[in-house]
């Protein structure tokens, strides 16, 4: 056994500046030649386990996928631990994960996990939904001053004095069989995770940030499984301000047509068509096939391939009556004056992080801080962007805007 590291040792590890907010870990971790996985290769094992997780109320959860030539992410594992037991769940073998799927969505079931936006995202696909609930302990630990994205393997041994192999990280996780390396290391990459929470837990409510915590583990949830309609991609570019409506009706419309091709045929975005291209087609707006074979930005066998669908769809923009178009979004600020701002509010987030010992990334990100000042200059109602409200309207948000008003 792994013995708990006691509160000095802790201080020593993550230094003076963290002391008061050191958990202490009420019971030892297993080491890592002790783990003796459970394996899930069948249907019934699957629903036997599942039984098994809904009557333990609180699950440690990681997953180890692949995404490097497809649009979705290839599952190659999924490990759970409770209190007692650790159970690797082959999705390779399994056919029908619906048991699990429920076990996710279940209200009733805590799932603890670390730095967990992409498994989230990953295991949103077999619930169709959110996860709920969830507690991610590298979130819990920077509201503890353990820095902005402690590691799990940092965070087990600062906790635990637990040692871990990390030679297994870029493993390939859809090969079989799995090596005893690989069995090992996806096994402890979940055993400490139910000792964690509780570890945390413990310490942020003692300090008032428990509720915090929770917050914002909620809203990256939201965040990171938020449906985005194929329609709206095209959202995510700057610089939308400069076209005219009829320019963004053919980003909208292109983009939605690499998104839906990128789905139907498991391909990554780039692999149908590069962003550059799309825009490049967008402000062109060829016509005819002959047009889009004359751009530069298209290669010859995506013109030859796509081209007439390509065009179609923009014949039907310039076709799309104008008030049913894309509205021209609002024109940013000039940029010397929303640094001015931004520069007059980095040392508020930076005194009010030191004074808390908190990351100031956490606090307040330098792009909610931007959108701060360019709300204020464009004189909104309302200028708090969504991220600096909630928790940190109080803690930051409404320091930032008095720093504003002087």
């Not at 036997?48 to 594992?77: N, Q, W």
């Not at 402000?283 to 010859?300: F, G, L, Q, W, Y």
Request: proline fraction near 6%; charged fraction near 30%; hydrophobic fraction near 40%.
């Amino acid at each position: 056994m792994v013995r708990a590291v006691n509160a000095l040792n802790i201080c020593r590890l993550i230094g003076r500046a963290v002391l008061k907010y050191c958990p202490l870990t009420p019971s030892p971790i297993v080491a890592e030649d002790e783990i003796r996985p459970r394996f899930v290769a069948t249907d019934a094992a699957l629903e036997k386990a599942c039984a098994h997780f809904r009557r333990a109320g609180a699950i440690g959860v990681d997953t180890e996928f692949v995404r490097v030539r497809t649009y979705f992410p290839m599952l190659g594992l999924i490990q759970v631990a409770d209190k007692r037991n650790t159970w690797l769940i082959d999705p390779l073998a399994v056919s029908d994960m619906t048991p699990f799927a429920r076990v996710l969505s279940d209200r009733a079931v805590l799932k603890v996990m670390h730095s967990c936006s992409e498994d989230l995202e990953v295991l949103s696909y077999l619930t169709g939904e959110p996860l709920g609930p969830v507690f991610d302990t590298q979130i819990a630990a920077a509201f503890l001053g353990f820095g902005f994205q402690a590691g799990y393997q940092q965070l087990s041994k600062t906790l635990f004095g637990t040692q871990m192999c990390k030679s297994e990280t870029r493993s390939d996780w859809l090969a079989r069989p799995l090596s005893e390396n690989q069995i090992r290391y996806a096994a402890m990459d979940v055993v400490c995770l139910l000792p964690m929470h509780r570890a945390l837990t413990r310490e942020l409510r003692k300090l008032g940030r428990l509720e915090w915590a929770l917050e914002e583990i909620e809203r990256m949830n939201r965040e990171v499984t938020r449906d985005v309609e194929p329609e709206d991609y095209y959202l995510r570019f700057g610089g939308l301000w400069q076209c005219d409506r009829r320019e963004l009706g053919a980003l909208r419309d292109l983009f939605a047509w690499r998104e839906r091709q990128a789905m139907r045929r498991d391909l990554p975005r780039t692999f149908i068509m590069q962003d550059k291209t799309l825009r490049a087609i967008a402000k062109a707006m060829p016509m005819t096939m002959r047009d889009i074979s004359k751009m530069e930005e298209v290669k010859p066998s995506f013109a030859r391939r796509y081209g007439r669908t390509l065009t179609r769809i923009v014949r039907e923009i310039m076709k799309t009556p104008e008030e049913s178009l894309p509205v021209r979004p609002v024109r940013p600020p000039n940029p010397r004056k929303v640094g001015r701002l931004v520069e007059k509010l980095r040392p508020v987030v930076a005194e009010t992080a030191e004074a808390l010992k908190l990351p100031p990334e956490l606090l307040a990100r330098k792009k909610s801080v931007t959108e701060l000042a360019e709300n204020v200059i464009m004189n909104l109602t309302n200028p708090l962007p969504d991220e600096l409200r909630g928790w940190r309207k109080a803690v930051i948000g409404d320091k930032l805007l008095a720093a504003l008003e002087k």
